[in-house]
């Protein structure tokens, strides 16, 4: 132990507690609502069951979260990321070590292995995001079309970063490439392969690496 003789230690701010209590409410509720949505879809996964299986009040839900729309958000934004931590993706290791890659291949590698990272943890949410849960809920319809605007846009960095550093296949410009990548990682193609024709996440990852490097790199 260290400190600086004669000055006690500072106090944390008077809210710094209120504040986690809030963060570990909103984790309960979180992993409850995640547990309900994959065992009974968005129509069976009612708020009220949602904080019951959490603990707490119906009221806590909305006022810790939201509605049943924004609490499916919310779940499927950490099950994407892996966490609730605020970094930005350009921070994240994953970002760090495609940028530092040596070739398109072992960029693209990463992107695949990262995208199956978040097959794994967001795979069992598919079916009730993007088909059951639009289907009942207009917030949700809203809420997938921004998450698909975001990752066509995402797509497209990861596109032009490729021509940049790299250099694309001739003939293939960076609207293409972005198209690519877009639909190569689309949730859909995903939970065809892999739900519905029995792939393993480890072979989807590898296909698409493959499928990737051939189309937009190479020769």
């Given at each position: 132990?260290?400190?600086v003789?004669?000055r006690?230690?500072?106090?944390?701010?008077?809210?710094?507690?209120r504040?986690?209590q809030?963060?570990?409410?909103?984790?309960?509720?979180l992993?409850?609502?995640?547990?309900?949505?994959?065992?009974?879809g968005?129509?069976g996964a009612?708020v009220d069951?949602?904080?019951?299986r959490?603990g707490?009040?119906?009221?806590?839900?909305y006022?810790?979260?939201?509605?049943?729309?924004?609490?499916?958000k919310?779940?499927?934004d950490?099950a994407?990321?892996?966490?609730?931590?605020?970094?930005?993706?350009?921070?994240?290791?994953h970002?760090v070590?495609m940028r530092?890659?040596?070739d398109?291949?072992t960029?693209l590698?990463?992107?695949?292995?990262?995208?199956?990272?978040?097959l794994?943890r967001a795979g069992?949410?598919?079916?009730?995001?993007y088909?059951?849960?639009?289907?009942?809920?207009?917030?949700v319809?809203a809420?997938?079309?921004?998450?698909?605007?975001e990752r066509?846009?995402?797509?497209?960095?990861?596109?032009?970063?490729?021509?940049?550093r790299?250099?694309?296949?001739?003939?293939?410009?960076?609207?293409e490439?972005?198209?690519?990548?877009?639909?190569?990682l689309?949730p859909?193609?995903?939970?065809?392969?892999?739900?519905l024709?029995?792939?393993?996440?480890?072979?989807?990852?590898a296909?698409?690496a493959r499928?990737?490097?051939?189309?937009?790199c190479?020769?």
């Amino acid at each position: 132990m260290t400190g600086v003789p004669g000055r006690g230690r500072a106090s944390p701010p008077a809210h710094a507690p209120r504040a986690e209590q809030v963060r570990e409410t909103r984790r309960r509720v979180l992993a409850a609502a995640r547990d309900l949505f994959v065992r009974r879809g968005y129509a069976g996964a009612t708020v009220d069951a949602i904080a019951h299986r959490a603990g707490v009040s119906t009221q806590t839900v909305y006022n810790v979260v939201g509605g049943k729309a924004e609490v499916l958000k919310a779940v499927y934004d950490v099950a994407l990321a892996g966490d609730d931590v605020p970094v930005p993706i350009t921070e994240r290791p994953h970002a760090v070590a495609m940028r530092s890659a040596p070739d398109a291949a072992t960029a693209l590698a990463i992107y695949a292995q990262v995208g199956r990272q978040m097959l794994e943890r967001a795979g069992p949410l598919l079916v009730t995001v993007y088909i059951d849960a639009p289907q009942l809920d207009a917030q949700v319809r809203a809420f997938v079309e921004t998450i698909e605007a975001e990752r066509r846009a995402g797509t497209g960095v990861v596109a032009g970063w490729l021509a940049e550093r790299f250099g694309l296949r001739e003939g293939v410009t960076v609207a293409e490439a972005r198209d690519v990548l877009w639909t190569l990682l689309a949730p859909e193609t995903a939970h065809r392969l892999v739900h519905l024709c029995g792939w393993s996440p480890a072979r989807w990852e590898a296909w698409i690496a493959r499928t990737a490097t051939e189309a937009l790199c190479g020769s």
